[in-house]
């Protein structure tokens, strides 16, 4: 009988242990002063130890698991080494990170939250409720906070807010307000909210963004510059693997050694580094938001920067990626909403001669589409439409990468660059609009 193991946990779960983690050793480091040389000391900590084994139980409902989970552990020893380093020993009073549905796991020392909501709660609620933010990472991307006096500064925010709160004021005009009190409280240490990701080799990095003035006149003169796209119009083989999991479903997920697109397009952006100082690769994957969903389900959009590739800058808002899109004119050329695009072979003969027209045009713009040929790219999306053998829904999300890339290298090389320089922010949740936070990666 298998045994299940954190490496079998559904991502959000991982995600939720990890970052409960994270926060837990922290609270060690600065709160309780508690010093790790390495990561074996965290091991060694009886009480550190025994807690991530109890967060692992308790969320995850998995037992500790060394061979996978000691990777983690690497990562929170150069997470709290790099973090002690760049903000020092405030006296944090909490270390939080909301439990997630279901489980609201509370660190030793912690409070339970105040009127039975955590700081995480509170601020997701307040910025839904004020600027109409419906998904807290949308404006801020922080994985967890470390407080001062959480009650004073709750008390003190919605005061501070209010005062400012102007009812003929735009929600933008009054969400710079709002999040210029955010930036004072980061400064001083009051409140420091944190995106974590996993750390690669080498010690972890530190980044402070969206907290000063610097770094917003840095964004308003970085230009960056598409260098290349790869959207492969050859096929790979659908595994029995893939083909198994659609039956045990009752799904058509296309038949085993069967003909398949692959489910992404590449963008490749290039910061040079003028403004910077230092230059910086970023991969941007396309896909389609659920790669499993029969129905289909429209793109997202996902930098990566190459000197960090464990660590992605997160997926870009999609409403904010929309948006960039009608201000740079590509959405004459892109059909939003995926359950318009052809859903089964009939329906793509249709519209076949606009996808040779696009596919020819992406060649000639030096797009990789994996060495075919426009005829052999559209008998590659024909199979793949087959709906016994194939799998129409990637084809479908296959015809919407090609419309967005299509449309992007309509636009003249300088408004095609400023379009991608605004992507790769929009990801980090870089700019005015978004609140500050620090990133550990």
Not at 327 to 338: A, F, M, S
Request: net charge positive.
């Amino acid at each position: 009988m298998a045994i299940k193991t954190s490496a079998s946990l559904p991502e959000s779960t991982m995600t939720r242990m990890q970052e409960l983690g994270s926060a837990w050793v922290f609270k060690r480091a600065i709160q309780d002063n508690v010093i790790f040389n390495s990561a074996n000391d965290i091991l060694n900590d009886k009480v550190t130890y025994n807690e991530l084994k109890k967060i692992w139980k308790t969320v995850g409902k998995v037992d500790w698991n060394n061979d996978i989970d000691y990777t983690w552990v690497e990562t929170f020893y150069k997470q709290q080494a790099t973090l002690l380093q760049k903000i020092g020993k405030p006296n944090f009073t909490e270390f939080c990170r909301d439990g997630g549905k279901g489980v609201n796991y509370i660190l030793p020392g912690s409070s339970s939250g105040i009127n039975g909501k955590t700081f995480m709660s509170w601020i997701s609620d307040l910025v839904k409720e004020e600027f109409n933010i419906g998904q807290k990472d949308s404006w801020n991307p922080a994985d967890i906070w470390l407080i001062q006096n959480e009650s004073k500064w709750r008390k003190k925010i919605q005061d501070a807010y209010n005062q400012r709160r102007d009812a003929n004021a735009s929600i933008e005009s009054e969400l710079a307000k709002f999040n210029s009190i955010f930036r004072a409280l980061f400064r001083s240490r009051q409140i420091v909210g944190i995106s974590l990701k996993k750390v690669g080799k080498g010690p972890a990095q530190w980044k402070e963004v969206n907290v000063s003035g610097s770094f917003f006149r840095k964004l308003e003169t970085t230009e960056m510059t598409l260098t290349g796209a790869k959207c492969i119009l050859g096929t790979t083989k659908i595994t029995e693997k893939a083909a198994a999991r659609g039956r045990e479903k009752s799904e058509r997920r296309g038949l085993g050694g069967a003909a398949t697109l692959l489910q992404d397009t590449v963008l490749y952006i290039t910061d040079p580094g003028i403004v910077s100082g230092k230059k910086e690769d970023y991969t941007v994957q396309i896909k389609a938001n659920s790669s499993t969903d029969v129905k289909g389900s429209n793109l997202k959009w996902e930098p990566t920067p190459k000197s960090a590739t464990s660590a992605r800058l997160g997926k870009a808002t999609v409403e904010l990626v929309l948006d960039l899109m009608r201000v740079y004119g590509i959405l004459r050329y892109y059909e939003r909403d995926h359950t318009k695009l052809p859903k089964n072979k009939t329906e793509f003969i249709a519209v076949q001669d606009d996808y040779e027209r696009m596919i020819d045009e992406l060649i000639n713009d030096g797009v990789n589409v994996g060495g075919v040929d426009t005829v052999t790219a559209i008998i590659n999306i024909k199979e793949t439409y087959d709906r016994f053998r194939g799998q129409p829904y990637i084809a479908k999300s296959k015809l919407q990468q090609i419309q967005f890339l299509y449309a992007l290298y309509t636009l003249p090389k300088k408004k095609r660059d400023a379009f991608c320089t605004s992507l790769i922010f929009t990801a980090e949740k870089a700019g005015k609009r978004y609140g500050p936070y620090g990133k550990l990666y």
